[in-house]
């Protein structure tokens, strides 16, 4: 498969992509793409398969979640992006460009100017300040000081860190060390952005705050996000699409109503059993489309179940509407109860 | 008896005769090449003895200020260097820290990019390491005699040799400073798509900065150690009182000559260990150590 085939109005695109970590990783490629599992590569080669010939499609300006346990090679996957990791085998395809043709460079520049990361481990520079920390991008870019700290400082007032640009990570919270590395990454400005389950090690509060201000920011600035996490929850949060990955095979790809009402497999259903499909499944895929009489209550299209549920309290109907304002549909409270009774188990 | 297997005596003499060889046709060449660090040295004896006594005094209480912002150790530096007034050893004991920093400053100046080289290669630890190994536990008089039959007595061969005793361990902790740098932190680095120069001068060495201050403490230690040996060979200073007090079985000389270079080596462990634990501090180390 050359890159022509790739449609380059994807932000990213994966073909085929494989991982493994070992001293001679094409003999135990050769014995994976015979059909062999993962578990046989491994008991026979002492080879460990990272990712196993995972296709992905990012459309520019969507939060792509990829979903997976420890172990299912998601952090592997993240890095392949941007080269961090190298695969084995496999097309990794961003912006049109190809990134494995990249020369050393080459691919420093790419790093530099398209895409932007956020760890889990933050990865802050522990000896420079907070702004110091923000313009460290910008400053391995080779921007001068007063542009890249009036940068800094702008980024650093929007995730609400203002009046710690002197202190050192480490005399802030997790979540405000987060905040730092979100700036950071923000502060690039680039169209991408990879973040490698960059709120996991928040506290549940921080977590569920810093979520909505991704979604926020990614809103008003339109960025392409490829998120990992392991948090099904925060997956249905705040993906526009979500990958699921076991074993460092992606075991479905598509819009979170997708794989909260339809999952593929049993591993899948696992997970959305859990789950709190009120909040996964939005109100559009479920109410009745066409021209109704105006309901005197009326939501967005982006309005999930939990938003229209405490309406019915008071209403039978509650309208859908579109951005101008504009009734597309409506939706009773039987069909939301529907919708969320009927892929419970037992039921 | 071991069996004899092989006759071992024409090495010896093949040995032997090299050396007396290279010290027929290449002393002046050896003496040109050491010739620079002779010169710093000179230079800070120089300067150690032609500044007046207070003010050395100061500035060392000074630093002992900065590197603590706390009374304690620049007490215990004034009275230390009292001491060494006191005690008619101001003389040798700027002789002697004159020696020991211009050892210092050569290993820094070697051991520091060494280091860095090791750290960053496999192969060139696994040659390295055991240089340094035997460059610490070979007898020190072992490379004093070849040194001097090069060099003649003096102070280059006191000064090679102290630099060849103290540079191991600096070379040994920049290594070990650099390559424990937090793996999380080197990665973000190379994220965002910086060179292995810039992730080197920004994140390595001012992360393992606390850790390459430890070396250089140890290096002055290990050069103060080598003052008494340095002193046979030509280096004067408070080595050769204590040398001198053993070869007239005159215990108070050796004695307070020998007090004198613990207190040396007192004041610039205390300073240079302040300065580390200030470092890891600021960077935030010290919570996690």
Same mark, same amino acid.
């Given at each position: 498969?050359?890159?022509?085939?790739?449609?380059t109005d994807f932000a990213i695109a994966m073909r085929g992509v494989t991982k493994i970590f070992g001293d001679d990783p094409n003999t135990a490629l050769a014995l994976l793409q015979a059909g062999r599992s993962k578990s046989d590569v491994q008991a026979e080669t002492g080879h460990v398969v990272g990712l196993d010939n995972v296709s992905l499609d990012v459309a520019k300006g969507q939060i792509f979640v990829v979903m997976g346990l420890s172990g299912s090679g998601k952090s592997t996957l993240i890095r392949h992006v941007n080269r961090l990791i190298e695969p084995t085998a496999g097309e990794i395809v961003v912006n049109g460009a190809d990134v494995l043709k990249m020369s050393l460079d080459q691919l420093r520049t790419y790093r530099r100017t398209q895409v932007a990361m956020?760890?889990?481990?933050f990865g802050l520079l522990p000896h420079r300040s907070v702004i110091d920390n923000v313009a460290y991008g910008l400053e391995v870019r080779g921007v001068g000081?007063?542009?890249?700290?009036r940068e800094a400082a702008k980024w650093i007032e929007i995730v609400g860190l203002s009046g710690y640009e002197q202190s050192r990570p480490r005399q802030l919270s997790g979540g405000q060390q987060q905040r730092v590395g979100l700036a950071r990454a923000l502060a690039l400005d680039t169209e991408i952005i990879l973040m490698d389950e960059a709120f996991s090690a928040l506290d549940p509060l921080i977590r569920s705050g810093m979520q909505d201000q991704l979604i926020e920011l990614q809103k008003s600035l339109g960025k392409t996000i490829l998120f990992i996490t392991h948090d099904f929850d925060e997956a249905l949060k705040i993906g526009h699409r979500i990958a699921v990955l076991k074993d460092g095979a992606v075991q479905q790809v598509g819009k979170p109503e997708d794989i909260v009402l339809r999952p593929a497999n049993e591993h899948i259903e696992e997970f959305v059993r859990d789950v709190n499909k009120a909040r996964a499944i939005h109100v559009r895929s479920i109410m009745d489309k066409g021209e109704f009489e105006a309901c005197a209550q009326s939501v967005s299209r982006d309005a999930r179940c939990e938003d229209v549920l405490p309406l019915f309290a008071e209403h039978q109907w509650v309208g859908v509407v579109d951005e101008s304002g504009r009734q597309i549909g409506r939706v009773t409270a039987k069909q939301v109860i529907k919708a969320l009774a009927r892929y419970t188990p037992g039921m | 008896m071991f069996p004899e297997l092989i006759d071992t005596r024409p090495l010896r003499r093949a040995i032997d005769d090299g050396l007396n060889w290279v010290v027929r046709n290449w002393s002046d060449e050896f003496e040109a090449a050491a010739y620079p660090l002779l010169m710093l040295l000179k230079a800070?004896?120089?300067?150690?003895?032609?500044?007046?006594w207070w003010l050395i005094m100061a500035v060392l209480v000074g630093i002992a200020w900065l590197?603590?912002?706390n009374w304690k150790l620049p007490v215990i530096v004034l009275v230390s260097l009292l001491f060494l007034g006191v005690m008619d050893l101001w003389e040798d004991a700027m002789t002697t820290m004159a020696l020991m920093i211009a050892a210092t400053i050569t290993a820094i100046v070697v051991s520091i990019p060494v280091g860095v080289w090791m750290s960053r290669s496999l192969n060139v630890r696994n040659v390295v390491t055991p240089v340094l190994d035997l460059m610490q536990t070979l007898p020190s008089f072992v490379y004093l005699i070849p040194t001097v039959m090069i060099f003649g007595p003096g102070k280059i061969p006191a000064l090679i040799a102290t630099i060849v005793y103290a540079a191991p361990p600096l070379?040994?902790?920049?290594?070990?400073g650099l390559r424990s740098v937090d793996p999380a932190v080197m990665e973000a680095s190379r994220a965002f798509g910086t060179n292995p120069r810039q992730r080197l001068f920004g994140v390595q060495i001012p992360l393992a900065l606390p850790t390459i201050l430890a070396g250089?403490?140890?290096?002055?230690?290990?050069? *103060?150690?080598?003052?008494v040996i340095a002193s046979m060979i030509g280096a004067g200073g408070l080595g050769y009182q204590v040398l001198q007090g053993i070869g007239r *079985?005159?215990?108070?000389?050796?004695?307070?000559a020998g007090l004198g270079i613990v207190v040396l080596a007192i004041i610039f462990d205390r300073i240079t260990q302040s300065f580390g634990r200030q470092l890891q501090g600021r960077i935030g180390l010290a919570e996690v150590r």
């Open positions: 498969m050359n890159a022509i085939d790739i449609d956020v760890f889990q481990k000081k007063a542009e890249r700290l | 800070i004896e120089d300067l150690l003895i032609a500044t007046p590197a603590t912002r070379v040994r902790l920049t290594d070990l250089i403490n140890q290096t002055t230690m290990m050069a *103060l150690a080598m003052v *079985l005159e215990v108070s000389r050796g004695l307070f």
